[in-house]
């Protein structure tokens, strides 16, 4: 899989779902009429090296090229890809280390709870207040840049630091489901940035054929 055929991919997608008065489809793909299938400018060579300069890490290799030779966020699953700078999008980090700091996580991660729900009250107690403030730690994303929204303050981050560096995972505590590795749909393994960005284009097309 190389950069053109991903291009091949969605400019085929794009002329399936894209907007238009003559397409019996348009934006049928979820997030598509956010994004419009559109890419922002790309990123020069310069502009990543000093990225990577001012947070002392290495982007992966094949999302490196796709900043620079296809776009700086825009289209691309769910609401589309952040530009690389809203790297932290909603997100308040005052450590200048975050993204050199390993990711923590080789498995899924989660910490259930365990709270008399049926007490209305409960969010307001001194225990789920602490367990709240633990669970939504930035310091369980280090090493990892918010690259997509899914909606519902899910997040797919992208792990640049650390023994993950290169896949994509999911930030999925807004449901309570912890953060987990963003899983093949063909094969049941972990996916590089290419990867996951490719299976949505198949995926998406299967849902128009």
Known sequence: ???QDLKVKHDKLKKL???GFFKSATYKIFGSDTHKYKFNPCLTSDTL???EKSFSLTLPTDYKNFLIQIGNGGSGPAYGLFPLLDWDFELEIEDKNF???DFPHTDKWNVTQDFDTNNEDYTETPEFQKWQ???FSNKHITGSMRICHYGCAIYYLLVVTGNEAGHIWVDDRAS?????PAA???TGGRLTFLEW????????LSQLA
């Open 49 to 51: 090296q000093g990225f």
């Open 17 to 19: 779902n894209g907007g």
């Open 99 to 101: 993204l050199s700091t």
């Open 176 to 180: 309570d489901y912890g953060i987990y």
């Open 197 to 204: 960005y490719d299976e949505w284009l198949t995926e998406s």
């Open 1 to 3: 899989m190389t950069l």
């Open 133 to 135: 403030e633990e669970y």
């Open 184 to 186: 093949s749909k063909s």
